[in-house]
C-alpha cells in the first residue's frame, strides 16, 4: 500500500525515479548532492512547534540496521521500525549491507508510518543519520530521506549517529548531564558535555567492544538468530561460566583496545583447554572491566550527577551491574536506556533531529552529504545545558 522509495540507488546519487503512486506524483526527481557543511553554523529563524501534533521521520541506516520511526516533537515514540542485515558469512559487507537496507527501505517505512497511524503528509520534518557509518550504507539512508523531505516539502536535518544514542538515552531516562558510555558494534565512547560540546574522554584505538564480541562469537563457531543478536549469544553462554581465564586487559590513559583480547579469546578456546562458556564469562569480565575503569575516571573527574549507560551493547545485564556500582559510589543516579531503543534505531535519529530542528538547526539538501567520520565533538548541540 505504501509505495514510497521503489528505486533507491545505493550509491547515493539520488533517487532516480519517483513513482509513489499513494502520493499521486508523475514526477521524477533527481536530488544532485554537492559538498559544502554540515548543519547550518548559525542556528536560523525556523518556525519552531513544540505541538504534539507535529511529527518527525527519523531514519537510521549507519551500519546494519535500517530503522525508520515516527516521534512527535514531545519526544513521544509513535513508531520504531526496523530490519538488520544479516550476512550469510562473516561480518557486515557494506555494499551488502546498503543493497539489503535498499530492499527493505519502502517496506520499513510503510511499518513505521502505519503503526504511528500517520500519513507521510503529516510528517514536519525528516531526520537522517549522517554520519559515522559505513559510507554505501550511509548513503541509501540519506537518499530516502533527502527523496521523503523534498517531496513532501518539510526541512530535513542530519544528525550524528553518536549523539542520537546519547540524545535517546536522556530522553528515555530523564538523565540530564551524564558521563555516557556508548557502546555499540561500530563505537566506544565515554563521553560528557563540557564547554559546549560532547567531549569524548576515552575511547577504542582499534575495534568497538559490540565488533570484539561478534567477532569473538563467530570465530568460534557460535550461530546468530534473528532477533538475538551475537552479543546476547555471549552473555547467554558467559551466565554458565565458572572459570575465569586470565586474558590481556588494555587500557592506555583514557583509551582501549579490544583487538589482543579478542585474539586472546579466540586462541584460549581453540586450545580446548576451556569451554566456551568459560571464556565468554572471561571475556566479558575484561573486556566490561575495562569499560568501567575508564568510565569511572570520567566520573571522577566531571563530577557528573549521572551515568548513561547507552547503545547496542548497553542490552548486556553483566556490563549494567558493574557501571551501577561505580555510579553508586560515586553518588551518580545509573541509567541506562531500555533495550527497544539500545541498538541502532530511527527513533533516535528522529529525536535528535527535533532537538537540532528546535534550536533553528537543519541540513539543506545540497548539504547533507554523508560523513564517515564525522566526530561526536565536532558537532554544533545549542539544546545541550551543562
Ligand atoms: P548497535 O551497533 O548499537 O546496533 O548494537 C549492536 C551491538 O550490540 C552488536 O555488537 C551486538 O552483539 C551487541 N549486543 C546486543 N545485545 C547485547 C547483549 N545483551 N550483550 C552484549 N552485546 C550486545
Ligand atoms: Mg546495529
Redesign the pocket.
Known amino acids: 500500500m505504501y509505495g514510497i522509495l521503489p528505486h533507491l540507488d545505493i550509491c547515493g546519487r539520488g533517487v532516480s525515479t519517483w513513482t509513489a503512486k499513494r502520493f499521486n506524483t508523475p514526477k521524477s526527481v533527481d536530488i544532485p548532492l554537492s559538498k559544502g557543511r554540515v548543519y547550518c553554523e548559525e542556528p536560523q529563524k525556523l518556525p519552531v512547534n513544540n505541538s504534539a501534533n507535529s511529527y518527525c521521520l527519523g531514519i537510521e541506516s549507519t ?1 546494519d ?1 535500517f530503522g525508520a520511526a515516527i516521534l512527535s516533537f514531545e519526544g513521544k515514540v509513535l513508531s520504531n521500525a526496523n530490519d538488520a542485515y544479516m550476512p550469510k558469512k562473516g561480518g557486515i559487507h557494506p555494499r551488502e549491507a546498503a543493497r539489503h537496507h535498499a530492499e527493505v527501505a519502502e517496506k520499513v517505512l510503510a511499518e513505521a508510518f502505519e503503526k504511528a497511524e500517520i500519513r507521510p503528509r503529516d510528517v514536519n520534518l525528516v531526520a537522517f543519520s549522517q554520519g559515522p557509518g559505513l559510507g554505501p550504507c550511509l548513503r541509501t539512508g540519506a537518499t530516502a530521506a533527502r527523496a521523503l523531505a523534498s517531496y513532501l516539502g518539510v526541512p530535513l536535518v542530519g544528525v550524528n549517529h553518536c549523539m542520537a544514542h546519547i540524545e535517546i538515552g536522556k530522553l528515555a531516562t530523564g538523565a540530564r548531564d551524564p558521563v555516557t558510555l556508548y557502546v ?3 563505537n566506544t565512547i565515554v563521553s560528557a558535555f563540557e564547554a559546549g560540546r560532547y567531549r569524548v574522554f576515552g575511547e577504542t584505538l582499534d575495534i568497538a567492544v ?2 570484539c ?2 567477532v569473538f562469537a563467530r570465530e568460534v563457531g557460535l550461530k546468530q538468530r534473528r532477533g538475538v ?4 549469544i ?2 547467554e553462554l558467559a551466565g554458565n561460566g565458572k572459570t575465569f581465564v586470565s586474558l590481556p586487559y588494555t587500557v592506555k590513559g583514557m583509551d582501549l583496545s579490544f583487538s589482543g583480547l579478542l585474539t586472546a579469546a579466540v586462541q584460549t578456546f581453540r586450545k580446548k583447554k576451556y569451554s566456551v562458556e568459560d571464556v565468554c564469562f572471561s571475556l566479558q569480565e575484561v573486556a566490561f572491566s575495562m569499560l568501567t575503569e575508564v568510565t569511572e575516571r570520567a566520573l571522577a573527574h566531571t563530577e557528573k550527577p549521572e551515568v548513561l549507560l547507552t ?3 548497553a ?2 545485564k553483566k556490563l549494567q551491574s558493574m557501571l551501577r556500582v561505580i555510579a553508586e559510589e560515586h553518588d551518580a543516579r545509573f541509567c541506562v536506556v531500555p533495550r527497544g531503543l ?3 534505531n530511527g527513533a533516535m535519529i528522529a529525536w535528535t533531529g527535533i532537538l537540532a530542528y528546535k534550536s533553528g538547526l537543519s541540513t539543506p539538501i545540497e548539504k547533507s552529504f554523508v560523513n564517515v567520520k564525522w566526530r561526536l565533538e565536532e558537532v554544533y548541540a545549542p539544546w545541550v545545558e551543562g
Open positions: 551500519a540496521d555499540s558494534g561500530g559490540g565488533n564480541l561478534d543478536p551475537f552479543g546476547a555471549v552473555e547503545g547496542g551493547v542490552a548486556n539500545a541498538a541502532d
